[in-house]
């Protein structure tokens, strides 16, 4: 069974930095695209970024980018985000998600973890 | 970027009614189109895939349309269970940006 499990949320003060982890299990962590996507309170869902198997590929949505760097551990079947520069509009669930197909660099997405939460508030 | 613009962003529907969901692209994605389905305080869950694949454990009564700039998710009979939020996404190019989503209500 595919399992995605976030940790690391909670409350952080404006221009303060944490960093999510997301554990994988029950696939073949290595052969696929990883994906943070984020939901603020009561609105829709944004992608934020994306890394290929090796970590070759990287993208990142606008809203983040020089500020949030994603990574990935293989051999810990492991994804990271780590949050630099943090503001009251990066409050939001964050969720880990997988990318469908196997080595395919961009998809859509086939399995979601459950969410962490991320607060930034003075 | 490419954008997405979903329609209609709330929909009142009652069981057993046909429903359809519009999804727009600013400039053509090919096939490359997913849909989600996202109940409250729930992870999204992929429904369709390259705009016309069910995604393994979908019920049949989803099915998607569409290529190039315009899609369509319809439910052909909805259900209880049917009553949700739904979000498109492209998938050819970063930035992967979802649709505004569209609410699907019990009139």
């Known amino acids: 069974e595919v399992q995605l499990v976030e940790s690391g949320g909670g409350l952080v003060k404006p221009g303060g930095s944490l960093r999510l982890s997301c554990g994988a299990s029950g696939f073949t962590f290595s052969s696929h695209t990883m994906n943070w996507v984020r939901q603020a309170p009561g609105k829709g869902l944004e992608w934020v970024s994306s890394i290929s198997t090796t970590g070759s590929y990287i993208y990142y949505a606008d809203s983040v980018e020089g500020r949030f760097t994603i990574s990935r551990d293989n051999a810990r079947n492991s994804l990271y985000l780590q949050m630099n520069r943090l503001s009251a509009e990066d409050t939001a669930v964050y969720y880990c998600a997988r990318g469908l197909g196997v080595r395919v660099i961009l998809a859509a997405i086939d399995y979601w973890g459950q969410g962490t939460l991320v607060s930034v508030s003075s | 970027d490419i954008q997405m613009t979903q329609s209609p962003s709330t929909l009142s529907a009652s069981v057993g009614d046909r429903v359809t969901i519009t999804c727009r692209a600013s400039?053509?994605?090919?096939?490359?189109l997913a849909w989600y389905q996202q109940k409250p305080g729930k992870a999204p869950k992929l429904l369709i895939y390259?705009?016309?694949t069910l995604q393994s454990g979908v019920p049949s009564r989803f099915s998607g349309s569409g290529s190039g700039t315009e899609f369509t998710l319809t439910i052909s009979s909805l259900q209880p269970d049917d009553f949700a939020a739904y979000y498109c996404q492209q998938c050819i190019s970063s930035p992967l940006i979802f649709g505004g989503g569209t609410r699907v209500e019990i009139k």
């Open positions: 390259q705009a016309t």
């Open positions: 400039q053509s994605i090919g096939n490359s």
